[in-house]
């Protein structure tokens, strides 16, 4: 595939997918990242020793889940930190968090707890029903039972977007349920127009 242009070798653009699971972040970051040169592909949890710490915190369901998941994705974002602020170019990453924000919902100390991650510039919010992305998910947990995640979804479209604008980072939203090359075309509409059109009128 013909890789794009480089969104700038000298500085570091980090841009989030963000959205429940089903609406499509890790097959649409993963082509952008195979188009963009030069630029980072991270996915959340990132590293392997935590990733599996919480897959069985999720199984056994103990008393403080919720606090605890918080806690690991916050360890796993602290070890992905740097590599993230080290990279010159373009961050493109499958979730951030945000989901934390989202799925273990607005807690006192999930942000704390989270203080050390830097700020996407761009969230791009990939919204979908419940519905459609249980007909697309392969795999099945309380994290991707319909009521649950019609809870997340609606903190990304509340609560989750008036805290990206308060500090501000770019919010979009982008319409999921539709075709593949649609979803991927307004994305990279986004990126052409948002990312690299105001980064070179900022200079």
């Known amino acids: 595939m013909k890789k794009i242009k480089n969104y700038g070798e000298a500085e570091n653009i980090y841009v989030v997918f963000e959205?429940?699971?089903g609406s499509?972040?890790?097959t649409?970051?993963?082509?952008l990242h195979e188009e963009i040169e030069g630029s980072l592909l991270v996915k959340e949890p990132h590293t392997v020793y935590i990733k599996n710490a919480?897959?069985?915190?999720?199984?056994?369901e103990p008393k403080y889940e919720e606090s605890i998941l918080s806690c690991l994705f916050a360890a796993d974002?602290?070890?992905l930190l740097e590599k993230i602020q080290r990279h010159?170019?373009?961050?493109?990453?499958?979730r951030s968090k945000f989901s934390s924000f989202a799925y273990q919902e607005y807690l006192g100390y999930n942000y704390e707890v989270n203080m050390c991650m830097k700020n996407p510039d761009v969230?791009?919010?990939?919204?979908i029903s419940p519905e459609i992305a249980e007909e697309r998910y392969e795999g099945y947990d309380k994290f991707e039972d319909k009521q649950f995640l019609e809870i997340v979804r609606r903190n990304y479209q509340?609560?989750?977007m008036r805290i990206a604008i308060d500090e501000r980072i770019k919010w979009f939203e982008v319409d999921a349920s539709r075709d593949f090359d649609v979803v991927y075309n307004e994305v990279k509409n986004i990126i052409d127009k948002e990312v690299n059109y105001g980064r070179t009128n900022a200079n």
């Not at 649409?28 to 082509?31: E, T």
């Not at 919480?54 to 056994?60: A, C, L, M, W």
């Open 19 to 21: 959205g429940i699971d």
């Open 24 to 26: 499509g972040k890790t």
């Open 28 to 31: 649409i970051a993963k082509k």
């Open 54 to 60: 919480i897959e069985v915190i999720k199984q056994i």
């Open 77 to 79: 974002r602290l070890v």
């Open 88 to 94: 010159r170019g373009m961050v493109i990453s499958d």
């Open 123 to 127: 969230i791009i919010y990939l919204d």
């Open 158 to 160: 509340t609560e989750i």
